[in-house]
């Protein structure tokens, strides 16, 4: 349910006090979201806990550059683009008080494979979300872990394919694989939540300048024994990068997992359900 709050918003032009200018141009600056008239940045908060209340600024930018001379000023002009393209899912995260990995540092690469057919199941199991959120205890150390692997590796980022999942997402997963052969390997959410609920968990690898990931011996997602972290028949490249990655994500303080060599638990399973909560 969302509650609109309508609010007054001052206009794009106010006057100055400044003794070289009539006139002042507010400080509308953007966001990570694209809106360009965002409050946002500015105040210092998260672009969706002023979600509502842009929709007004924009309505009042537009209408007051209408009746502004032409060249009087130099910010972007008024458009009626969408004011952003957060997925419902992220705007329901952010509202949560989760945080969106992306706006904390875009150098680091996401790719969801649930929001893609190309899976394990072969079909599209996120029907919204795009964006890597996860637990604010999550985030330092996985700024941390981009930062180790770039002092390491300057042309190497971290890439996310999997981070914080809601139970109701969890349940639009299961509903999509019940009865089916893959059913086995989707957690029903019926039974708890795993950490990826939590918004404690991250499915990643390293991506090379140019966006592709490195070899790893198998895919993300790899059902079989290749996937565990001891398992050494690889190419000796593949063998050396599941090193790197699994040293810095742990130095940075994850746990990796035995048996998937991309996931990784910022805390224990005990620790999860004494601590946190999964994600409604
Ligand atoms: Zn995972």
């Not at 996937?227 to 050396?240: K, M, P, R, V």
């Amino acid at each position: 349910m969302v509650k609109i709050q309508e609010i007054e918003v001052k206009p794009v032009m106010t006057k100055s006090n400044l003794p070289v200018a009539d006139l002042s141009v507010n400080p509308y600056v953007g966001c990570l979201h694209g809106c360009k008239y965002c409050y946002a940045s500015f105040m210092k908060l998260t672009c969706a806990l002023l979600f509502l209340t842009l929709y007004s600024c924009q309505l009042h930018a537009r209408q007051d550059i209408t009746v502004m001379p032409e060249d009087s000023i130099t910010q972007p002009q008024p458009s009626v683009e969408p004011l952003h393209e957060l997925s419902h899912t992220a705007l329901y995260l952010d509202s949560l008080g989760y945080v969106n990995v992306m706006e904390q540092d875009s150098s680091i690469r996401v790719s969801l494979m649930y929001a893609r057919e190309d899976n394990f199941t072969g079909k599209l199991l996120y029907q919204d979300l795009k964006e890597a959120y996860l637990h604010p205890d999550a985030i330092a150390p996985l700024l941390r872990a981009q930062q180790l692997l770039r002092q390491r590796h300057p042309d190497y980022s971290l890439i996310i394919f999997d981070a914080a999942r809601p139970m109701h997402v969890q349940q639009q997963m299961w509903e999509v694989v019940k009865g089916t052969r893959q059913q086995n390997y989707v957690s029903n959410p019926a039974h708890g939540g795993g950490l990826h609920n939590y918004g404690l968990a991250v499915d990643i690898s390293i991506a090379n300048a140019e966006g592709d990931t490195i070899p790893m011996g198998t895919k993300v997602d790899h059902l079989g024994r290749e996937a565990n972290t001891d398992y050494t028949a690889i190419s000796q490249e593949a063998l050396q990068n599941r090193r790197l990655l699994i040293q810095v994500m742990r130095q940075a303080g994850f746990r990796s997992l035995p048996t998937e060599w991309w996931h990784f638990n910022l805390v224990s399973r005990q620790t999860a359900k004494e601590k946190y909560r999964v994600i409604p």
